[in-house]
């Protein structure tokens, strides 16, 4: 089973990888294939939910695909995203909002992004563990100008360093970089003794994550440059649907294979009943 401890166990040893899921059955594929962590990212918005961006999820969003996805999974880890707007009103807000999460779904630890030390520390505090999230946080896309990559100047690179120590030195035991220049993202990894999980940040960091819709080719959308599709089942699912299509019009499905049948005896005396003859 992974913990906490695979995490600090593995660093600067063995690479971990890390899915994003947001239903049962997929967790349980990912669980199969024996991925070490889930999260269960408020990017559930955008591919489960149709949303824009991730602003509008809620803590039941959250809460609802977190039990399911907990559900599926034997050995690997479960986070759960902290939604916008659950965290950044108060310590206690985020203590209370983070205790939900994991009471309510059973996941093992939460993420949060953005550098809120003083909420982070007090859900460490609260025995949480914590991955943070740094670079590109989609929550504050709005105040970001769009989904850019970061750290590319020197005040910002120097920024996000300083953020990641303090964001260790409260407690995180991950951190997420999203979006980052190679050479930041391996200095963070070399400086840090916690994991960083790269998403576009390289394979410089201890972990990668990627959205399953993304790296399985189930969307069809312009990926990002970071993406890899390593499989195409946008294709394949699009291809099974026109085939269905095409054989319920001809007939050819359902085939005597996929049909119950029944004894012509037992047939003719429903007949004979129903028909009275
Ligand atoms: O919500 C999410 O899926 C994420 C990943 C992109 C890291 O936060």
């Given at each position: 089973?992974?913990t906490?401890?695979?995490?600090?166990?593995?660093?600067g040893?063995?690479?971990?990888?890390?899915?994003?899921?947001?239903d049962?059955?997929?967790?349980?594929?990912?669980?199969?294939a024996?991925?070490?962590?889930i999260?269960?990212?408020?990017?559930?918005?955008?591919v489960?939910?149709?949303?824009?961006?991730?602003?509008?999820?809620?803590?039941?969003?959250?809460?609802h695909?977190?039990?399911?996805?907990?559900?599926?999974?034997?050995?690997?880890?479960?986070v759960?995203?902290?939604?916008f707007?659950?965290?950044?009103?108060?310590?206690?807000?985020?203590?209370?909002n983070?205790?939900?999460?994991?009471?309510e779904?059973?996941?093992?630890?939460?993420?949060?992004e953005?550098?809120?030390?003083?909420?982070?520390?007090?859900?460490?505090?609260?025995?949480?563990?914590?991955?943070?999230?740094?670079?590109?946080?989609p929550?504050?896309?709005?105040s970001?100008?769009?989904y850019?990559?970061q750290?590319?100047?020197k005040?910002?690179?120097?920024?996000?360093?300083?953020?990641?120590?303090?964001?260790?030195?409260?407690?995180?035991?991950?951190?997420?970089?999203?979006?980052?220049?190679?050479?930041?993202?391996?200095?963070?990894?070399?400086?840090?003794?916690?994991?960083?999980?790269?998403?576009?940040?390289?394979?410089?960091?201890?972990?990668?994550?990627?959205?399953?819709?993304?790296?399985?080719?189930?969307?069809?959308?312009?990926?990002?440059?970071?993406?890899?599709?390593?499989?195409?089942?946008?294709?394949?699912?699009v291809?099974?649907?026109?085939?269905?299509?095409?054989?319920?019009?001809?007939?050819e499905?359902?085939?005597?294979?996929?049909?119950y049948m029944?004894?012509?005896?037992?047939?003719?005396e429903?007949?004979?009943?129903?028909?009275?003859?």
């Amino acid at each position: 089973m992974v913990t906490v401890n695979t995490f600090k166990e593995n660093k600067g040893k063995k690479k971990m990888t890390m899915i994003t899921a947001y239903d049962y059955l997929t967790a349980k594929n990912i669980d199969e294939a024996g991925i070490d962590a889930i999260l269960v990212g408020d990017s559930l918005g955008m591919v489960m939910l149709g949303y824009p961006d991730t602003l509008a999820v809620t803590m039941e969003d959250m809460i609802h695909h977190g039990k399911a996805v907990v559900r599926g999974v034997k050995n690997t880890f479960v986070v759960v995203d902290m939604p916008f707007m659950s965290y950044q009103a108060s310590k206690e807000e985020a203590i209370r909002n983070a205790g939900r999460l994991m009471k309510e779904t059973g996941c093992q630890a939460v993420k949060i992004e953005g550098a809120y030390i003083d909420e982070i520390k007090a859900i460490t505090r609260a025995g949480i563990p914590v991955v943070g999230h740094l670079g590109l946080t989609p929550q504050s896309v709005n105040s970001m100008g769009g989904y850019k990559v970061q750290a590319k100047q020197k005040e910002s690179a120097i920024k996000l360093i300083n953020d990641c120590i303090a964001l260790q030195e409260a407690g995180c035991f991950a951190i997420t970089l999203e979006c980052v220049p190679r050479r930041i993202a391996e200095y963070i990894t070399k400086i840090l003794h916690i994991s960083t999980i790269g998403i576009g940040a390289s394979n410089e960091c201890d972990c990668q994550v990627l959205v399953w819709q993304d790296m399985t080719g189930y969307s069809n959308n312009e990926p990002a440059k970071f993406v890899k599709k390593f499989a195409n089942l946008h294709d394949e699912e699009v291809k099974a649907f026109s085939e269905y299509k095409r054989e319920v019009e001809a007939m050819e499905y359902p085939s005597k294979e996929h049909t119950y049948m029944i004894s012509d005896d037992v047939y003719n005396e429903v007949m004979k009943e129903v028909e009275g003859k």
